[in-house]
């Protein structure tokens, strides 16, 4: 009886998303305010893991940090900007290019991270 009064609740906000007035707006506000916090979740996240592992990262060298950091803002770009690159076949190959070169150079950097 739970499940049928969670579902029949599901069905009421989103009939009144859809057929009141301004109920679309509301909803692209509630997405907005939800991927605003995920994203900030995610911007902690990273911070947290740089303070914990900031010893590791300044023993890679200025060279191999450059590297890491540099992949890291290329395949941040690439991801945020896939449905663009998506449009043409150029911008499709090159897109799988660039991950691909990501790819390569954060498994260069964790090979040299292990070795001795």
Same mark, same amino acid.
């Given at each position: 009886?739970?499940?049928?009064?969670? #579902?029949?609740? $599901?069905?009421? @906000? =989103?009939?009144?998303?859809?057929? !009141?007035?301004?109920?679309?707006? /509301? &909803?692209?506000?509630?997405?907005?305010?939800?991927? #605003?916090?995920? $994203?900030?979740? @995610? =911007?902690?996240?990273?911070?947290? !893991?740089?303070?914990?592992?900031? /010893? &590791?990262?300044?023993?890679?060298?200025?060279?191999?940090?450059?590297?890491?950091?540099?992949?890291?803002?290329?395949?941040?770009?690439?991801?945020?900007?896939?449905?663009?690159?998506?449009?043409?076949?150029?911008?499709?190959?090159?897109?799988?290019?660039?991950?691909?070169?990501?790819?390569?150079?954060?498994?260069?950097?964790?090979?040299?991270?292990?070795?001795?």
């Amino acid at each position: 009886m739970r499940t049928a009064a969670n #579902v029949a609740i $599901v069905l009421a @906000i =989103a009939a009144a998303i859809e057929f !009141l007035p301004g109920g679309g707006t /509301v &909803a692209r506000t509630v997405v907005a305010v939800l991927e #605003v916090g995920f $994203v900030a979740g @995610i =911007a902690y996240f990273v911070a947290r !893991l740089y303070r914990e592992h900031r /010893v &590791a990262l300044y023993s890679l060298g200025d060279r191999n940090r450059a590297l890491l950091y540099g992949a890291s803002a290329v395949g941040l770009v690439t991801i945020a900007a896939r449905t663009r690159m998506e449009q043409t076949g150029f911008g499709e190959f090159l897109w799988f290019v660039l991950i691909g070169l990501v790819a390569c150079t954060l498994f260069a950097v964790y090979r040299f991270s292990r070795s001795y």
